[in-house]
Every structure is written in structure tokens, then in C-alpha cells.
């Protein structure tokens, strides 16, 4: 399968423990989007990165949310210290784009429950 | 006032059926513009993007409104397989950064 990957596909964890989810975008693909989508919402942009920069991470939605993508390859996304809040779908997506916006490939996505 | 409006629905339209969404923008500096689709419980999947001139793909057309900034979606000869929920996209102002609305529900009823 050549598409994007994200794991792990379901986690389940206590209030205040750290979590982190991994995407793996389409391999050529340039740019790597991160989304948060609760139920009955459309996706809400998060941060993304261009290769190995991020360049937009002021919508990130508190200080406990961090990303990275070190070699412009797989990204992970970190929550710390989880509030029940958090519980949501974690999405991904890549796009190979030199400039505009181009078509979303998402992966299917990580879903957070925050006991 | 959200950058991408669109109306939640549902939307319940019977097999055959012709129908319309629409989405407004806030930010006039957009420059891009799709329709994207989301099954139940999947992920969101490109129906189509939208172009000044309007565009066309078999029962779908999209069309965009500059001056009122808004885009629509017309759907002819609805099919059940169309129940789904649309998702308006637009490039927030002048980067690269797609933002959802919050997507229409479509339900086709035999």
C-alpha cells in the first residue's frame, strides 16, 4: 500500500499521559498537513510542513501539542499531558506541490479517547 | 466570523434528485478552491477542485463566486452511493494552508 499511513489507528489513554502518533505521508510527497477533526466538524489545520520545515505552527491548539518531521520523511505528533479535550481524530495528509495548495491524500487517520 | 461557511444540513433528497450546497469564504485573498468528500467514519477523499470558470464532472459541477465569495456544489440525478458528507476547502488568504468548512451532510433516500 502506497498511500499514507498513520499509526497507531486507535489509542486509548488516562488524563495526563503523554501520547504520540506517527504519519507516514505518500513517499515523493513534499508537504505534510496535520488535522484534528471532532465529531460533527470538518478538519481543523493544526500545523504542516514543507520537507523538513514547519511552517505554520501558531494554530497548534496549546503548548502541549508539538510535531516534527526530522528528515522530511514520517512526522510524529505529540500530545502532552492529555485532557479529555484531546479526544478527537487525528489526521494526516501529504501533497507533492511546488507551489499553491494541491490535492490532500489523507491517511486514515488516529483516534484519540482521553479517559 | 469562520473563514469557511457552510450550511451542516443534512441534506435529504430522494434518488434522481438535483441538489445545491454552497460555502462562503471570508478571506477575499483565497486563491484555491475544492470539494472534498467524507464517508462515515472515513477519511476525506478530493471530489473535485474548483476553477474560475467553473468546472464540470459527470453529474457534478462546481462553480465559484468571487465577487459574493462563494463556491457551490450541484449535484444532478442524486444516487444513493452520493450520502455522504461535503467538505468546502479553500487556501486560507494567500498560503498554503487548506481549510475545511465544516462540511454539508447529503443523505439519498430510495
Known amino acids: 500500500d502506497t498511500g499514507v499511513s498513520q499509526d497507531p489507528r486507535h489509542k486509548i489513554t488516562k488524563r495526563g499521559q503523554n501520547v504520540t502518533f506517527r504519519c507516514d505521508p505518500i513517499s515523493e510527497h513534499n508537504r505534510l498537513y496535520w488535522y484534528r477533526q471532532t465529531l460533527g466538524q470538518g478538519p481543523e489545520f493544526l500545523t504542516y510542513?514543507?520537507?523538513?520545515?514547519?511552517?505554520?505552527k501558531s494554530r497548534l491548539l496549546s503548548d502541549r501539542f508539538s510535531a516534527e518531521r526530522p528528515k522530511g520523511s514520517f512526522s510524529t505528533l505529540e500530545i502532552q499531558r492529555t485532557e479529555q479535550g484531546d479526544s478527537a481524530m487525528y489526521l494526516c495528509a501529504s501533497s507533492l506541490q511546488a507551489s499553491g495548495i494541491g490535492e490532500l491524500f489523507f491517511g486514515e487517520g488516529s483516534r484519540l479517547t482521553v479517559l | 466570523r469562520k473563514e469557511v461557511e457552510q450550511d451542516p444540513g443534512p441534506f435529504n433528497v430522494p434518488e434522481g434528485a438535483t441538489v445545491a450546497f454552497n460555502c462562503t469564504y471570508s478571506?477575499?485573498?483565497?486563491?484555491?478552491f475544492f470539494w472534498y468528500r467524507q464517508d462515515c467514519r472515513k477519511e476525506p477523499k478530493l471530489l473535485m477542485s474548483?476553477?474560475?470558470s467553473g468546472n464540470e464532472d459527470g453529474r457534478f459541477t462546481a462553480q465559484l463566486n468571487r465577487a459574493s465569495q462563494y463556491i457551490s456544489l450541484l449535484i444532478r440525478d442524486s444516487k444513493l452511493s452520493d450520502s455522504a458528507t461535503y467538505l468546502c476547502?479553500?487556501?486560507?488568504?494567500?498560503?498554503?494552508?487548506?481549510?475545511f468548512g465544516r462540511g454539508t451532510s447529503l443523505i439519498v433516500h430510495p
Open positions: 510542513f514543507q520537507n523538513e520545515a514547519q511552517l505554520e
Open positions: 476547502v479553500v487556501n486560507s488568504g494567500g498560503s498554503y494552508i487548506p481549510t
Open positions: 478571506n477575499s485573498a483565497s486563491q484555491s
Open positions: 474548483v476553477y474560475s
